[in-house]
């Protein structure tokens, strides 16, 4: 285990800003974990996974812990359910092809979703109709006081709309080392209700599709509307969809005839954050190298040198405007360091 001193963070962000970490530790075992835990109690952590759903905008003074552990494997199945637990380190995308190359029904719709496992609870990662809470069962997460590992179970998590205890009550008492998922192996329930599936599946040709066909239409869509964060820096999606009252909603469309949404409950709608962006000129929008992606306006990007507090400033400027135009506040989905 070597601790790096003044070290560049650009690689380890899916913005690629570039800030210095004051000290980085990359841990790929639990005894590590405890090490730099028990030499670092006076001192603030500062915990990184997969750097995905993060915007950096200063240098980090804390520790940093990236958080490597690996490994995946099979904990107990019977012939219609399978338990699978993955490390916290593992990268939530190969994660789930490696479901889907057993046959593991659950995971297709969060296909290409950028990031970890361990940070995927944190988020309670969505998409396409599907929250990781569906088939999540538990996690195991390490006391940074105590050093001891808990179990927590769906309950415990208090899982909510991007959002669970971990980002709240719990937030930065405990780091996530592995989770456990209940996965179907056959009448998997398959979920193409959102329109982009069911064109995708229609454009090829597909009347009966197997999961592996749904992740496949995921990639498909996801490739054709965001950005690679290899090339372009991104965190996806910037925004959460907000969710506003029925009576909010009637009265934006009767301003803004055929705004789409989605209903959440008898007194709920949400509402498309890129779609108000979009319709608030911001698509395609650039100052400097900070920008809102021409194809998608829910992700804002770095298109080569923008920092951290450049970006921020953009999103403000969006949250502003479309406060103004509609009257609903957008919320950041991604963490803001």
Not at 97 to 105: K, M, P, R, V
Not at 169 to 181: A, D, E, P
Not at 211 to 231: E, Y
Not at 294 to 299: E, G, I, M, N, S
Request: hydrophobic residues 35%; contains cysteine; glycine residues 8%.
């Amino acid at each position: 285990m070597q601790v790096l001193r003044n070290f560049s963070l650009k690689d380890y962000n899916s913005f690629g800003i570039d800030v210095k970490a004051g000290k980085f530790v990359s841990i790929k075992n639990l005894d590590d974990l405890r090490t730099v835990l028990r030499k670092n109690y006076a001192s603030e952590l500062f915990v990184l996974g997969g750097g995905s759903n993060m915007l950096l905008t200063q240098d980090i003074s804390k520790t940093v812990i990236h958080i490597a552990l690996k490994g995946k494997e099979i904990i107990s199945e019977d012939e219609n359910e399978v338990i699978v637990q993955a490390a916290a380190g593992e990268n939530w995308h190969k994660f789930v092809l490696w479901t889907l190359e057993q046959d593991f029904g659950g995971l297709e719709n969060l296909s290409l979703i950028p990031g970890n496992v361990g940070t995927a609870p944190i988020q309670n990662i969505g998409a396409y109709g599907v929250e990781l809470k569906d088939s999540f069962l538990s996690c195991k997460a390490m006391n940074v006081q105590t050093l001891e590992e808990k179990e927590f179970s769906l309950e415990d998590c208090d899982f909510d709309y991007r959002n669970s205890v971990f980002k709240n009550r719990l937030k930065g008492q405990y780091i996530i080392t592995s989770v456990k998922f209940r996965l179907t192996k056959k009448d998997h329930k398959l979920h193409t209700e959102y329109g982009a599936i069911r064109s995708e599946l229609e454009k090829q040709e597909i009347a009966s599709p197997t999961i592996q066909d749904i992740s496949k239409a995921v990639i498909a869509i996801r490739n054709s509307k965001l950005p690679d964060p290899k090339k372009i820096g991104n965190s996806g999606s910037f925004f959460k969809n907000p969710i506003i009252s029925k009576e909010q909603f009637e009265k934006l469309e009767t301003e803004h005839p055929g705004v789409p949404s989605y209903h959440v409950s008898d007194n709920e709608i949400k509402v498309p954050a890129g779609w108000l962006i979009d319709q608030a000129g911001f698509k395609g929008y650039r100052s400097g190298d900070a920008g809102v992606h021409k194809d998608q306006a829910l992700v804002l990007v770095n298109y080569g040198a923008a920092t951290g507090q450049e970006i921020l400033s953009l999103s403000k400027n969006i949250q502003q405007t479309i406060k103004n135009k509609f009257g609903i506040d957008l919320e950041a989905e991604v963490n803001i360091i």
